[in-house]
């Protein structure tokens, strides 16, 4: 099932249940990747990859608006952007921990005999490719620091 066939099930759900901030949420995926359809060049249908892409900017764009909440001392407006990257989250790829991702990094640095900082772009390039939609670009930047350090 695509994703554009999950979403519009989940919004038939969200609006028999009256769960605002669910139709919220769903409505903005939809919204993004109608986006992505339409731009310049852009194919009928958008890839897997693009669509984990979109989420996971959906979801970092959301964790980073109630950061900013939190620490402006706002949590009444947090809370509703924390739920919705929740209910975002529910369509992406089971998230690896970042043990899993430490653990990846280390063993890319051994095959390629990175060492140090000055490798650091290389190890993210190769990382990026391969715990793509697995892992946000943060906890990957972090586990390849500690690791080059």
Known sequence: MSLQSQIMDAMKTAMK????VALESLRAIKSGLLLAQTESGAKEEISAEDEIKLLQKLVKQRKDS???YIQ???QDL???ELAQAAVIEKFLP???TEEEVEAV??????????SGMADMGKVMGI???ELAGTADGKTIS????????
């Open 72 to 74: 402006q001392g706002r």
């Open 105 to 114: 990094v280390r063993r890319i640095i051994a095959e390629n005999g990175f």
């Open 142 to 149: 972090g586990a390849v620091k500690k690791a080059l350090a």
């Open 17 to 20: 249940e009256k769960d605002t």
């Open 66 to 68: 109630a950061a900013i």
């Open 94 to 96: 089971a998230q690896l």
């Open 78 to 80: 947090a809370d509703p």
């Open 127 to 129: 990382a990026n490719k």
